[in-house]
């Protein structure tokens, strides 16, 4: 049984930083790629940001400069640093992983974690 499991969501002020993790479990023969998404109420999830196995990133626009994504490989953990937040980051995060299990390669989810931006 493959689990992702997600903290360090929680409410912060403008401007404040929060450090969302991610661990990945179970039966992993590998961890190809690993990802958070977000989805605020009535918008649809999208990407925030994603690192491959060998440590190349990529960020959504909209968090470039701000967002760090990074990734311990031994711990099969993925961290998001979120720095100089903005209510409009208000959401929940998800943790996705890109994974080779016994069946093949597959897509996981973790449950989310919500982030809150408020004064």
């Known amino acids: 049984q493959v689990q992702l499991v997600e903290s360090g969501g929680g409410l912060v002020q403008p401007g404040g930083s929060l450090r969302l993790s991610c661990a990945a479990s179970?039966?992993?023969?590998?961890?190809?790629?690993m990802g958070w998404y977000r989805q605020a109420p009535g918008k649809q999830r999208e990407l925030v940001a994603a690192?491959?196995?060998?440590?190349?990133?990529n960020y959504a626009e909209f968090v470039k400069g701000r967002f760090t994504i990074s990734r311990d490989n031994a711990k099969n953990t993925v961290y998001l640093q979120m720095n100089s937040l903005k209510p409009e980051d208000t959401a929940v995060y998800y943790c996705n992983a890109a994974l080779g299990v016994e069946s093949g390669p597959a897509d996981y989810w973790g449950q989310g974690t919500q982030v809150t931006v408020s004064s």
């Open positions: 179970g039966s992993i023969f590998s961890i190809y790629a």
């Open positions: 690192i491959t196995s060998g440590g190349s990133a």
